[in-house]
């Protein structure tokens, strides 16, 4: 399953993470990562990284619930946001 990365309008996500964690500097633009269990982290890794660089973007990670997930790589990934259903 590969994750899903989304450019556009922003969706109604119920935010998890804590106010004071923004960082000053961080961009306008967003584009969202839904991260589920098993999904290929190599893969998005290169993207996320050239649209942070030289797109301007933050990164958002979405989940389907409010669970971490585990990538096939091991790594363990706490979402930023829950996609509201």
């Known amino acids: 399953m590969l994750p899903l990365a989304l450019p556009w309008a922003e969706p109604e996500l119920e935010l998890v993470r804590p106010a004071q964690t923004k960082l000053l500097s961080m961009p306008d633009k967003a584009v969202y990562l839904l991260v589920v269990d098993g999904f290929a982290d190599w893969e998005a890794a290169h993207a996320i990284a050239e649209l942070?660089?030289?797109?301007?973007?933050?990164?958002?990670?979405?989940?389907?619930?409010?669970?971490?997930?585990?990538?096939?790589?091991?790594?363990?990934?706490?979402?930023?946001?829950?996609?509201?259903?």
């Open 52 to 85: 942070r660089r030289h797109g301007g973007y933050r990164v958002e990670s979405v989940g389907l619930t409010r669970d971490s997930v585990v990538s096939m790589g091991g790594l363990r990934v706490t979402h930023h946001a829950r996609w509201a259903r």
